[in-house]
């Protein structure tokens, strides 16, 4: 059977590719230290949690799915995810490997539990995925990825979205796809997105480390609080962008409630609060 | 949008619809939503278009040429040769789509920012 074993809520956004493709000098400067450092320390924890696969939930951009048809959530179920071109060229990765297998049963285990998902059998991911997951699963050279991933997409960008409360939900219906699957697999099941941005008029570029702080700390000692929250409240607190931040309560309800958080940054640097948190389950 | 209060409903039910939309927002906090993506639809095709390497192209080669291609309105197409980020805010352009435009016009996402920060005020 399989477990869960950890949880990774991490921010993303296009600066951490710019970044990373800039190379290794670049993510080491005093400048971005304080977000790759402890990306660092997320990579070597995962390597010695050794985990089968990733769940990644996270939100697409418009680089896989459009206005003509906008999924609530959606699911992949393919053996591989191509990396999405944004409207720049694609990034040269290779494509993702998946667990079609996995994904299939987490279908149907979602569809039991009401949670009535798109299939994707064909799904490019953006760096909603992609910005960063290299940072903590990928060896340049002849490595490559190395842990097999399904991911899931929440819709944060075309109101009415779902609830923060359905988010949490859908992390607890998760949880007991990946209880259910007969395969000996450790999951780790990752939520991207936020926290405080505001990328749209007047107030572009706002950042509010106070309450991304505070948004992490009630993840770790009372997730359940924050599915109190409704958008109109994390749209003034981390302005209209930051609402990603449901990924990580959907990841947070995939853990046991006493999961414990680990590695925990934030920086707070230019027109993002960059947040990143892992949870350890059973001591692990 | 006056809700109707049949009488099957609920109050439970009522109140969880009405929590839906996000309301009660400061003007420049807008969303994309009904609103939005009801005016945008113009300008968010044709800029989602710009993911195909061959649009880029042509928006590069002869960008009328590319506009004539999404039916855009004679305003729409003047705020896009003005390089109007806020205006095409304003007019339903996410940014989800606006940062594609970024690339072929040579428009950094902070000079964006900037133009918005600066135009002030709220809704147009």
């Given at each position: 059977m399989a477990r869960v074993i950890g949880g990774i809520g991490a921010s993303h956004a296009p600066s951490m590719e710019h970044i990373y493709d800039a190379g290794d000098e670049v993510r080491r400067s005093d400048e971005w230290e304080p977000l790759f450092g402890p990306f660092s320390e997320v990579a070597k924890w995962l390597e010695e949690l050794q985990p089968d696969r990733l769940v990644v939930i996270y939100n697409d951009h418009m680089d896989e799915f459009f206005l003509n048809a906008y999924p609530t959530f959606a699911l992949g179920v393919a053996e591989t995810y191509p990396v999405a071109d944004e409207g720049f060229g694609a990034r040269p990765f290779p494509p993702l490997p998946g667990d079609?297998?996995?994904?299939?049963?987490?279908?149907?285990?979602?569809?039991?539990?009401?949670?009535?998902?798109?299939?994707?059998?064909?799904?490019?991911?953006?760096?909603?995925?992609?910005?960063?997951?290299?940072?903590?699963?990928?060896?340049?050279?002849?490595?490559?990825?190395?842990?097999?991933?399904?991911?899931?997409?929440?819709?944060?960008?075309?109101?009415?979205?779902?609830?923060p409360l359905?988010?949490?939900?859908?992390?607890?219906?998760?949880?007991?796809?990946?209880?259910?699957?007969?395969?000996?697999?450790?999951?780790?099941?990752?939520?991207?997105?936020?926290?405080?941005?505001?990328l749209t008029g007047p107030q572009f570029g706002r950042v509010t480390p106070d309450w991304d702080q505070e948004f992490m700390r009630l993840l770790a000692d009372d997730p359940e609080r924050l599915t109190t929250y409704k958008y109109e409240d994390l749209i003034k607190l981390g302005g209209t962008e930051s609402v990603e931040v449901v990924n990580w309560l959907a990841m947070r309800g995939s853990l046991p409630p006493d999961a414990k958080a680990v590695v925990q940054a934030y920086y707070a640097h230019r027109i993002m609060g960059y947040g990143l948190q892992t949870f350890a389950v059973d001591g692990r | 949008m006056e809700l109707t209060r049949h009488p099957e409903l609920p109050q439970e039910y009522l109140d969880r619809l009405e929590a839906v939309q996000p309301k009660n927002l400061p003007p420049e906090l807008d969303l994309f939503d009904e609103q939005t993506a009801t005016r945008g639809r113009r300008l968010n095709k044709a800029a989602y278009s710009l993911k195909d390497a061959e649009q880029r192209e042509l928006f590069a080669r002869d960008e009328d040429a590319w506009m004539d291609q999404f039916g855009l309105t004679d305003e729409e197409k003047d705020l896009m040769r003005r390089r109007d980020w806020i205006g095409l805010w304003r007019n339903g352009m996410t940014i989800y789509v606006m940062v594609k435009l970024s690339g072929v016009t040579g428009t950094a996402l902070p000079e964006i920012g900037k133009q918005m920060r600066e135009s002030g005020g709220g809704h147009g």
């Amino acid at each position: 059977m399989a477990r869960v074993i950890g949880g990774i809520g991490a921010s993303h956004a296009p600066s951490m590719e710019h970044i990373y493709d800039a190379g290794d000098e670049v993510r080491r400067s005093d400048e971005w230290e304080p977000l790759f450092g402890p990306f660092s320390e997320v990579a070597k924890w995962l390597e010695e949690l050794q985990p089968d696969r990733l769940v990644v939930i996270y939100n697409d951009h418009m680089d896989e799915f459009f206005l003509n048809a906008y999924p609530t959530f959606a699911l992949g179920v393919a053996e591989t995810y191509p990396v999405a071109d944004e409207g720049f060229g694609a990034r040269p990765f290779p494509p993702l490997p998946g667990d079609a297998k996995l994904g299939w049963h987490v279908a149907r285990s979602l569809v039991a539990d009401e949670f009535d998902i798109t299939i994707c059998q064909e799904l490019e991911v953006d760096h909603g995925v992609i910005s960063p997951l290299p940072m903590v699963d990928f060896s340049e050279g002849d490595g490559g990825w190395k842990i097999p991933i399904v991911p899931l997409a929440v819709n944060v960008i075309l109101h009415p979205l779902p609830s923060p409360l359905r988010c949490w939900k859908l992390g607890q219906a998760l949880r007991r796809a990946i209880l259910s699957y007969p395969e000996d697999l450790g999951v780790v099941v990752v939520g991207t997105g936020g926290l405080s941005h505001q990328l749209t008029g007047p107030q572009f570029g706002r950042v509010t480390p106070d309450w991304d702080q505070e948004f992490m700390r009630l993840l770790a000692d009372d997730p359940e609080r924050l599915t109190t929250y409704k958008y109109e409240d994390l749209i003034k607190l981390g302005g209209t962008e930051s609402v990603e931040v449901v990924n990580w309560l959907a990841m947070r309800g995939s853990l046991p409630p006493d999961a414990k958080a680990v590695v925990q940054a934030y920086y707070a640097h230019r027109i993002m609060g960059y947040g990143l948190q892992t949870f350890a389950v059973d001591g692990r | 949008m006056e809700l109707t209060r049949h009488p099957e409903l609920p109050q439970e039910y009522l109140d969880r619809l009405e929590a839906v939309q996000p309301k009660n927002l400061p003007p420049e906090l807008d969303l994309f939503d009904e609103q939005t993506a009801t005016r945008g639809r113009r300008l968010n095709k044709a800029a989602y278009s710009l993911k195909d390497a061959e649009q880029r192209e042509l928006f590069a080669r002869d960008e009328d040429a590319w506009m004539d291609q999404f039916g855009l309105t004679d305003e729409e197409k003047d705020l896009m040769r003005r390089r109007d980020w806020i205006g095409l805010w304003r007019n339903g352009m996410t940014i989800y789509v606006m940062v594609k435009l970024s690339g072929v016009t040579g428009t950094a996402l902070p000079e964006i920012g900037k133009q918005m920060r600066e135009s002030g005020g709220g809704h147009g």
